[in-house]
């Protein structure tokens, strides 16, 4: 491991490949086992699924091992070993290796990939501030959400099969997050989706489970679609360098590429954005994908693969800096998207739905930070980092309620359901705590770490220069909107809380002394991401002038050369504006949740009767997925099955292949017409066949 | 006209032949078939004939005589095939007489 | 033309002619008359050859025996018109026909083109006389001169068979087995009795018809049968 180091050159660290390759292994390991070991046809092993055993608490996780046919194997606590290694390698490769070189990156050497005339593509792996940044949060919320899941699991007799997908799906994001070049971060960025589908529909018995498996799975491939042009429309564009690296796109950008050429391609990168990052309108697979297992949902729809959009934004700064009208519709369309978002929230009653919407609503604030360019690069990744934190912490919680409510509940009913909760800090309260550290950072509340993350994206709207050259007020508008859904935000969350955790418990006499606290492997994964959320403002907080992330993320953002970037630094007084509006937004909204559900419980009620309409609206989640299914998937499913299969595969295929064998059957009749059974006719053309010839041979001998 | 030459008895023979053919194939009566057999064969004497008498030889009517021979030996047999075919299916034409069909 | 090649002449026509004929004829007795005067004119031809032996074996064993057996079969046999078949040209008989004409034309041109090949005779070398005729039989010919005799031999007992009723009539159970299966398979009614092959009443007739028959005559429709 030479690390000779050039003035501003990538330094060399082979090592880098184990941060993917650990979790790859682990997934190889749990994922064979589970393939040939444990399959044998005809088991007769009954599903032991998530409730069969009751006496739960911290004893009950050491018996763990004798359930299901996965048996005595220990999946759960491999993965997280895999996982746990892999965060060392991050960590020491960060801490001893990228600080000392302040701003230079970390690669390894090039693995020869895709080599074809001219075209020379290599797998290399890049470890600089912002992948580095990512590759902690990656590995270190990853290994958190392994522990938690081996207590959350702990009874599923898939689980190896589980750890296996999840393993990969690390392995996949880390590929992404660490690739130098597009086609590389396209390999991680397929993966993370494949593996998001496996992990949404992994209870695929059950249909409507698989089915939003496969919603996830196509409607993030309508963005891979968007994304893939983007980077063929880069790739033709390149005049020297076909190798679409980072640092050859950057150099090239710069003077190479036309604007409408640049203007297109960072739109066509940004509808994959939106398809991985849940932006409008391509958000709708995100809700569904609630069908999977929460920790799933944590990791996955929180805190990393949802995040792949804003970091590939981030990535690709030096692109989308020369395209000021892709910059204002990435940033109007995440606006948009954290307003529409927020309100779908308000009137959701599973609480992983909340959460669910939630998330499409903080994305739609980091995509808005990135599309507000400059300071917004940093904003974005550092509103990303605490959003994983807190996000995380968040479902980790639900997680945990639901882990108690389906135990104490009877079979049939819906253990998600917040209506059936209450009262639950004092049944459950470490998941109380927990939960209510999340909750303020995810409101706003001063002083924890999403206050100073939403602080940052709102500054960096406001005051963006590429927002303002497009359209003057284009930035006071963006920053009006995020406000308002900052309050939103402030009202659900709060809303959640108060029914959750406070007032009387709701599940019923019978269910009510059966809800207990979780276990530790559950308990303390959320206290770690609670600390964390707390404490996360650290990373930057210009309230009090201490603003490390920026000094950390400037070389990258800035570039090598550093030239044409203008307005990084941030503005040289501290402007109060977005802070005090966003505090007002935190108090207005806890306010409002608090009057009408605390205050004067029987308003929600009246004021859901007095304004159906509206209210249906919400509920209905605006009908954007009936919109979608009437516009996209009708139409293509009947086109599908009247012109494609009955049209052309039965007529036109199964015609021509039948009718070649028809063709067959009737020349062969044809030609048997011949066989008359009449010996004279026979003779005629044994004759008729004589002549021919007599005449062809004497015509031959005499002429 | 050229003095008679052989290609003179050929062409005897050819259309001969020809007929003798055109009747086998043609006819639908068992009968006449055979009679234009009978034709052909001798349209095939009449060539061998004819070549004998240019060379001078005597082997093409020795062949001559063979084949009216075995042309006798036929005419027999087929009659035969005839009266027993007629005393079985009623009829003698050809027609009718396709149980070969496939 | 000298008359000696008109005699040639003469017969050559007539053989022709006469050929034309039996191919033609609709009824088979005139078929037979008229290869009576082939088989004469063709014994005229090989007289002006110079082959006597054979015009007079000509006249002996074709005209005298192998015509006369045929007249007697015929006569025998007393043919109604329906059963002596159409006579009529079908469609592919047309190209039976013309390519049989056109390959003859062909040999002919080739014929006449190929004089070189055949030196004019004058007369007849000598060749034909019965003595040398009957040198060749016995020495270079003997051995096809015994086989044929056997032929003759295996084509009498042939025939006797082929006409011979048996006893038990087994050979025609055996027919008429046969017959039924064929008629069950195509499904036709059909009943004669074989050991009266004198009756003639149309009501055996009529199921002997054979069906409409596809094939490459297709004038199926004006076949003398089916529904009668």
């Keep these: 491991m030479e690390t000779t180091a050039a003035a501003g050159a990538p330094v060399a660290l082979n090592a880098l490949w184990l941060i993917p390759a650990l979790p790859l292994a682990g997934a190889a390991v749990n994922g064979l086992r589970a393939l040939f070991v444990r399959w044998t046809p005809g088991s007769a092993d009954h599903a032991h699924d998530h409730g069969a055993s009751a006496g739960h608490g911290d004893q009950a996780h050491e018996h763990d091992h004798d359930h299901g046919p996965a048996g005595a194997w220990p999946a759960g606590w491999i993965a997280t070993a895999f996982m746990l290694a892999a965060f060392g390698v991050a960590m020491w490769a960060f801490v001893t290796q990228l600080l000392p070189l302040h701003g230079a990156g970390l690669t390894t050497d090039p693995m020869p990939w895709i080599v074809a005339g001219n075209v020379e593509i290599h797998a290399r792996l890049l470890l600089d501030p912002l992948s580095g940044l990512l590759a902690l949060v990656v590995t270190g919320v990853g290994t958190l959400i392994h522990l938690y899941s081996v207590g959350y699991m702990a009874h599923d007799e898939n689980r190896d099969r589980y750890f296996a997908y999840l393993n990969l799906f690390a392995a996949m994001m880390l590929i992404l997050i660490l690739g130098d070049s597009l086609p590389l971060l396209f390999v991680g960025w397929e993966g993370v989706g494949l593996c998001s589908y496996l992990l949404i529909g992994f209870w695929y018995t059950d249909e409507q489970k698989a089915i939003a498996g496969k919603k996830a799975f196509v409607v993030n491939r309508v963005g891979d679609l968007g994304f893939l042009l983007g980077m063929f429309l880069l790739f033709a564009a390149a005049p020297t360098q076909p190798s679409l690296t980072f640092s050859s796109l950057a150099d090239v950008a710069h003077g190479h590429f036309s604007p409408i050429l640049l203007t297109t391609a960072c739109l066509l990168l940004f509808v994959g954005a939106c398809g991985k990052s849940a932006q409008f309108p391509l958000y709708i697979w995100l809700p569904d994908a609630m069908a999977g297992p929460t920790p799933v949902s944590a990791l996955i729809h929180a805190a990393t693969m949802v995040t792949a959009g804003v970091y590939m934004i981030a990535r690709l700064h030096f692109l989308f800096e020369l395209a000021p009208i892709a910059c204002a519709v990435i940033a109007s369309v995440g606006a948009f998207t954290a307003l529409f978002a927020a309100t779908m929230g308000f009137v959701q009653n599973d609480v992983k739905k909340v959460l669910a919407y939630s998330t499409v609503s903080q994305l739609g604030f980091m995509v808005m930070a990135v599309g507000a360019a400059g300071t917004g690069y940093i904003a974005g990744v550092y509103h990303l980092t605490t959003h994983a934190f807190f996000k995380a912490l968040l479902f980790l919680g639900s997680g945990s309620l639901i882990h108690a409510m389906h135990h104490a509940l009877p079979a049939d009913a819906d253990p998600n359901d917040i209506r059936s909760m209450g009262g639950m800090r004092h049944k459950m309260p470490w998941t109380f705590r927990t939960f209510i550290v999340g909750w303020a950072a995810i409101a706003g509340f001063p002083f924890f770490s999403g206050f100073f993350s939403k602080d940052e994206v709102l500054a960096s709207t406001l005051h963006s220069e590429r927002l303002a050259s497009t359209f003057t007020y284009l930035p006071q508008i963006l920053f009006a909107a995020g406000v308002l859904a900052a309050a939103c935000t402030a009202f659900y969350m709060t809303r959640l809380l108060i029914l959750v955790f406070f007032g009387k418990p709701r599940m019923g006499a019978a269910a009510e002394p059966k809800v207990h606290e979780s276990g530790w492997q559950m308990v303390v994964p959320m206290v770690v991401l609670a600390v964390l959320s707390a404490l996360g403002g650290i990373l930057w907080a210009p309230l009090f002038g201490w603003a490390p992330l920026e000094h950390f993320l400037a070389p990258v953002i800035m570039g090598q050369s550093g030239a044409f970037l203008a307005g990084v630094h941030s503005a040289p007084h501290f402007d109060w504006t977005p802070t005090i509006l966003a505090t007002a937004a935190f108090v207005a909204g806890t306010w409002l949740a608090h009057y009408l559900y605390i205050a004067h419980p029987e308003m929600p009620t009246r004021l859901a009767a007095r304004r159906r309409g509206l209210y249906r609206m919400l509920w209905n989640k605006w009908f954007v997925d009936e919109a979608i299914e009437g516009i996209f998937v009708n139409p293509v499913r009947k086109i599908s099955e009247s012109v494609l299969w009955k049209g052309i595969d039965v007529g036109v295929i199964d015609g021509t292949v039948n009718g070649v064998g028809a063709l067959a059957a009737k020349a062969g009749a044809a030609v048997g017409r011949l066989q008359t059974g009449l010996t004279q006719n026979y003779a005629v053309g044994i004759t008729g066949g004589v002549a021919v010839l007599a005449v062809y041979v004497l015509a031959r001998l005499y002429s | 006209m050229s003095p008679v030459g052989t290609q003179?008895?050929?062409?005897?023979?050819?259309?001969?032949?020809?007929?003798?053919?055109?009747?086998?194939?043609?006819?639908?009566?068992?009968?006449?078939?055979?009679?234009?057999?009978?034709?052909?064969?001798?349209?095939?004497?009449?060539?061998?004939?004819?070549?004998?008498?240019?060379?001078?030889?005597?082997?093409?009517?020795?062949?001559?005589?063979?084949?009216?021979?075995?042309?006798?030996?036929?005419?027999?047999?087929?009659?035969?095939?005839?009266?027993?075919?007629?005393?079985?299916?009623?009829?003698?034409?050809?027609?009718e007489l396709g149980e070969l069909r496939g | 033309m000298s008359a000696h090649d008109l005699v040639f002449w003469i017969f050559a026509i007539l053989a022709v002619g006469a050929a034309f004929g039996v191919a033609?004829?609709?009824?088979?007795?005139?078929?037979?008359?008229?290869?009576?005067?082939?088989?004469?004119?063709?014994?005229?031809?090989?007289?002006?050859?110079?082959?006597?032996?054979l015009a007079a074996m000509q006249v002996l064993v074709y005209a005298g025996a192998i015509v006369v057996l045929f007249v007697f079969v015929i006569m025998l046999l007393n043919l109604t018109p329906r059963e002596l078949g159409r006579n009529d040209l079908g469609g592919a008989q047309w190209l039976g026909l013309g390519l049989v004409v056109v390959s003859m034309v062909g040999?002919?041109?080739?014929?006449?083109?190929?004089?070189?090949?055949?030196?004019?005779?004058?007369?007849?070398?000598g060749a034909g006389g019965t003595a040398e005729i009957g040198s060749a039989l016995l020495t270079t010919y003997a051995a096809p001169f015994e086989i044929v005799s056997l032929l003759l031999l295996a084509a009498m007992g042939g025939a006797v068979m082929l006409v011979k009723?048996?006893?038990?009539?087994?050979?025609?159970?055996?027919?008429m087995t046969i017959r039924a299966k064929i008629d069950a398979r195509t499904s036709r009614a059909f009943a004669p009795d074989p050991l009266q092959p004198d009756q003639h009443g149309p009501p055996a007739r009529q199921q002997a018809v054979a069906g409409p028959r596809s094939g490459v005559d297709d004038t199926d429709a004006r076949k003398p049968g089916g529904t009668v």
Aim: proline letters at 2%; glycine letters at 8%.
């Design chain 3, 24 to 53: 033609v004829s609709p009824d088979p007795l005139r078929g037979a008359i008229l290869l009576l005067l082939c088989l004469f004119s063709v014994a005229g031809l090989f007289a002006w050859a110079g082959a006597h032996f």
């Design chain 3, 165 to 175: 009723r048996d006893q038990a009539g087994a050979t025609i159970d055996a027919i």
């Design chain 2, 8 to 95: 003179h008895y050929l062409v005897v023979a050819g259309l001969m032949f020809a007929f003798g053919a055109l009747g086998v194939l043609w006819r639908r009566n068992a009968l006449g078939v055979l009679l234009s057999v009978e034709v052909m064969l001798n349209a095939g004497n009449v060539a061998l004939v004819a070549f004998a008498r240019e060379r001078g030889q005597v082997d093409g009517q020795a062949l001559a005589l063979f084949v009216m021979a075995v042309a006798a030996a036929e005419a027999a047999v087929g009659l035969a095939l005839v009266v027993s075919v007629f005393r079985t299916r009623r009829t003698v034409n050809l027609d």
């Design chain 3, 107 to 125: 040999i002919s041109a080739v014929a006449f083109n190929a004089k070189a090949a055949f030196p004019t005779v004058g007369k007849a070398a």
